[in-house]
C-alpha cells in the first residue's frame, strides 16, 4: 500500500522591504504552506501575494501564527497569561482566514511558530492554551504538530485533527524536542543530507536523535523551514526521492483523513 504523505513549508515571511526567502521557487514543491500571520513577519500585502502564488500553485494553505515578536522573529520565548495569548491566536487566525476568503481560498490548518512552538511542545499547559484557541476559532481546523510533542497531545484532547510532522533541515534531542540553534549541528545542511535524514525517520517510523535514540510516532507531514537559504534545493530534492521511493504526496486534509 502507498503510504501518504505531506510536504509543507513556513512562507510569507517577508515583511515590507525586508525579504525573506524564495517563496515563488519553494512553491512548486510544497503540498501545504503555513504563511505568516504579521506578529513574527509578514505584512497584510505579503500575506496577499503569497496566498495567491499559493493558490495559483494548487497548495493548501493554512495559519502560522506566532508571538508578538517581529524584531527577534518570533523565535525569543516569551511569557503571556493565557487569554492574551488566545486572544493573540484567534486575533491572527481571523485575519489569514479572512484574506484567504477573499481569495477564494479556505484556511485547511495551523501551525504555531518559533518559540510559541517549541514551548508548548514540551509544555502541556501553554499547548492546551493553543489547541482551545484553535478549537474556539474553528474546531474543524487541523493542527498541524511537531511529533512527539505536548503540542500534538493537547490538539487530541481538544478534539482536533492533528498531523505530525518531523523537520527534513532540523536535528533532534532524546526527548523529540529541537536541538536549540545556539547549539552546533542544530541545522542539517544539503538537500542530500536533509533527505537521507528524513528517510531514515519514515524508515524507522520514529524520530531519530542524534544519539541514535529512537522515539516511536506517527509522521504525516516533512516541513522544510522556507526561511533557509537551501530550502528549494531541499524541497525539490525530498519531494523527487519521496515520489521515486512510492510515497505519494497530498494536502493536509487527505493526510488528517487517511
Known amino acids: 500500500m502507498t503510504r501518504l504523505l505531506n510536504l509543507n513549508a513556513d512562507l510569507g515571511e517577508s515583511f515590507g522591504a525586508w525579504q525573506m526567502g524564495n517563496d515563488a521557487e519553494l512553491l512548486g514543491s510544497l503540498d501545504s504552506a503555513?504563511?505568516?500571520?504579521?506578529?513574527?513577519?509578514?505584512?497584510?500585502?505579503?500575506m496577499r501575494d503569497t496566498l495567491r502564488r499559493a493558490k495559483a500553485a494548487g497548495v493548501s494553505i493554512g495559519a502560522h501564527p506566532a508571538y508578538p515578536d517581529l524584531q527577534g522573529f518570533g523565535r525569543?520565548?516569551?511569557?503571556?497569561?493565557?487569554?492574551?495569548?488566545?486572544?493573540?491566536?484567534?486575533?491572527?487566525?481571523?485575519?489569514?482566514?479572512?484574506?484567504?476568503?477573499?481569495?477564494?481560498l479556505a484556511m485547511a490548518h495551523v501551525k504555531p511558530h518559533g518559540a510559541l512552538s517549541n514551548m508548548a511542545c514540551t509544555?502541556?499547559?501553554?499547548?492546551?492554551?493553543?489547541?482551545?484557541?484553535?478549537?474556539?476559532?474553528d474546531p474543524g481546523l487541523i493542527l498541524l504538530a511537531p511529533a512527539c510533542s505536548a503540542l500534538a497531545s493537547a490538539g487530541r484532547r481538544a478534539g482536533l485533527r492533528v498531523v505530525e510532522e518531523i523537520f527534513a533541515d532540523r536535528a533532534y534531542q532524546d526527548d523529540g524536542s529541537l536541538v536549540p540553534r545556539s547549539r552546533p549541528g542544530a541545522l542539517i545542511h544539503g538537500a542530500a543530507a536533509s533527505l537521507a535524514h528524513?528517510?531514515?525517520?519514515?524508515?524507522?517510523?520514529?524520530?531519530?536523535?542524534?544519539?541514535?535514540?529512537?522515539?516511536?510516532?506517527?509522521?504525516?507531514?516533512?516541513?522544510?523551514?522556507?526561511?533557509g537559504p537551501e530550502a528549494v534545493a531541499t524541497a525539490r530534492a525530498l519531494r523527487a526521492g519521496l515520489l521515486e521511493r512510492g510515497y505519494r504526496l497530498a494536502g493536509l486534509e487527505a493526510?488528517?483523513?487517511?
Do not use: K, N
Open 198 to 227: 528524513v528517510l531514515a525517520m519514515l524508515e524507522a517510523r520514529s524520530i531519530i536523535a542524534v544519539s541514535g535514540t529512537h522515539l516511536p510516532t506517527p509522521i504525516g507531514s516533512i516541513c522544510v523551514h522556507g526561511d
Open 76 to 104: 525569543r520565548p516569551m511569557t503571556l497569561p493565557p487569554a492574551e495569548l488566545e486572544a493573540i491566536l484567534i486575533y491572527q487566525m481571523a485575519g489569514m482566514a479572512g484574506m484567504a476568503r477573499t481569495e477564494g
Open 123 to 137: 509544555d502541556a499547559t501553554l499547548a492546551d492554551t493553543v489547541a482551545t484557541a484553535i478549537r474556539i476559532f
Open 34 to 46: 503555513s504563511i505568516a500571520c504579521g506578529f513574527h513577519a509578514g505584512d497584510p500585502l505579503v
Open 255 to 258: 493526510i488528517a483523513t487517511d
